[in-house]
């Protein structure tokens, strides 16, 4: 059986921006740092980054607010030059005045001989390198249009971008631009990581993520609950070898339901994906005009056009809705699967056009070891609210999915979101070029597969997306992203599987 490795280590371990803020301090005094060498650790890791991404280059731009940001910015700009780089200082506000250990940070540069400017955009064009420390995790509302300004020339300026803990103008819990967001190369988040820079746009827009605790991460760790976590491959340590005296029927039998006339390649992929991930047996009930391009080039698999009932009842766990439809056969079959599985609960996976059905159907009653699989397409009508809506705060919208429909949710997309309506996980794998169709179709038949092979509901989509997205990222580095293909992965799935 699928393990995971111990306790999550701090870099799986997702928060949100305010328990950063809200327990820094306590944790710094556990650890017998202050706050202002805090300020110290974090300048020096963002030049120490700012060189990793420009290692032979000398000029620097560093943009400051008026928040705890801007001290750190302040520190790197002075470790900057002192290290011999030609810095430039710029804040939106030169003439407001800051406070604490920020006011402390700015006049150490300016002690140095450095000076705050007012920004201006030929200074680009002496630019090697920016780091951006304009807003930090406080930020509430629309970003103002003097920052706002600035953010958007350098993002058209095509410069290098380090940012400090998060882009400047992006929500740091949910990963939603607040109207204009620096697009960073490197974004160097401190202490914890938090939650919005792992999904969605955030993911977009902070680049490489790279975490420093400043040496007080083990003491944030026990302070602080981690309102979710990373999921990676290699957190997993596999399914169990099989005894040898095993045969296919201790190996799970998945019943894939869906390829309505016309639509058959979406359930040839979910079929074909489980038999690649270990099911025993895969038997596909599809609709008749279907049945011969479904199991053509795969006679593995067995494929009927009647005897649901008999189906349903054969198999250990079961998969709807790929190439289902919504016409009256889709509706007739949807509604009669439901209706067997609320009466003969079994592990069961909905997506696609049967989540589109569950969207409209009035009478919703919950399955137990239900799993739900929507885009945000698919999770904008299933909750009756706008696609902008859900990518805006996706975390928030897997659990409404999951809890509204009593399920464990995979809300798909950049930085895959898994919910069992009490924690979230994240999946760090994945690429653009897995944005192509059938590839949803393709995470639907691991889903199967694994609940099929014995796994529960929460241990199945957790490994699954995660074999799912490390097999796409291993494709693309071997033959690019473009031009790959939701059946381009089955080889290594089957690879990662038994590993």
């Not at 974090?42 to 980054?49: C, R």
């Not at 975390?395 to 949710?409: E, I, K, M």
């Amino acid at each position: 059986m699928l393990e995971k490795s111990n306790a999550p280590s701090l870099t799986q371990k997702l928060y949100r921006a305010d328990q950063v803020r809200q327990h820094e301090q306590a944790a710094a005094q556990q650890s017998g740092i202050d706050m202002y060498s805090l300020m110290q650790k974090a300048g020096e890791a963002v030049f120490e980054q700012a060189v990793l991404l420009m290692p032979n280059t000398d000029n620097y731009l560093v943009l400051v607010g008026i928040g705890h940001n801007a001290g750190d910015a302040y520190v790197a700009a002075l470790t900057a030059a002192k290290a011999g780089k030609n810095v430039n200082l710029c804040a939106v506000e030169p003439e407001r005045e800051v406070q604490g250990d920020v006011a402390r940070a700015k006049q150490a540069w300016l002690d140095s001989g450095g000076t705050v400017q007012p920004f201006s955009e030929s200074l680009l064009s002496k630019t090697d390198v920016i780091i951006d420390g304009l807003l930090g995790t406080g930020i509430n509302g629309v970003v103002r249009a003097e920052f706002a300004s600035v953010i958007n020339a350098v993002n058209q300026s095509g410069l290098p971008v380090v940012s400090i803990d998060v882009p400047s103008g992006l929500c740091g819990n949910s990963g939603e631009s607040l109207g204009a967001t620096i697009e960073a190369n490197v974004t160097v988040t401190f202490i914890g990581i938090k939650l919005g820079l792992t999904t969605g746009a955030g993911k977009q827009y902070c680049g490489k993520l790279v975490l420093k605790d400043l040496g007080v991460g083990k003491a944030f760790a026990k302070i602080a609950r981690s309102d979710a976590t990373a999921l990676d491959i290699a957190h997993f340590k596999g399914l169990a070898p099989r005894p040898v005296n095993s045969h296919k029927g201790n190996h799970g039998r998945l019943l894939c339901i869906g390829g309505n006339a016309g639509m058959s390649g979406a359930i040839r992929l979910t079929s074909e994906a489980a038999l690649r991930t270990g099911t025993g047996m895969v038997k596909v009930f599809a609709h008749a005009d279907s049945k011969i391009q479904i199991c053509a080039g795969r006679p593995e698999l067995m494929v009927i056009s009647d005897g649901l009932d008999d189906a349903l009842a054969w198999a250990t766990s079961i998969v709807i809705g790929p190439g289902l439809g919504t016409d009256a056969w889709a509706k007739n079959i949807f509604d009669r699967v439901m209706e067997y599985c609320q009466q003969n609960p079994k592990p069961i996976v909905i997506d696609a056009d049967a989540l589109n059905l569950k969207a409209v159907n009035t009478t919703f009653v919950a399955l137990p070891d239900c799993m739900i699989t929507p885009h945000s397409g698919e999770a904008s009508r299933l909750l009756n609210v706008s696609i902008e809506e859900v990518e805006s705060n996706r975390f928030n919208y897997a659990r409404q999915c999951a809890q509204r429909y009593d399920a464990t949710c995979v809300l798909k997309g950049a930085g895959s979101i898994v919910d069992n309506q009490s924690h979230s996980w994240v999946c760090r794998h994945g690429n653009p070029g897995m944005a192509t169709a059938g590839m949803g179709d393709v995470l639907t038949g691991i889903l199967g597969s694994l609940v099929a092979q014995g796994l529960d509901t929460d241990m199945a989509c957790q490994f699954g997306v995660s074999l799912h997205a490390k097999a796409g990222d291993l494709v693309a580095e071997k033959y690019g992203q473009r031009g790959l293909l939701a059946s381009d992965l089955f080889e290594t799935i089957r690879v990662l599987v038994n590993e």
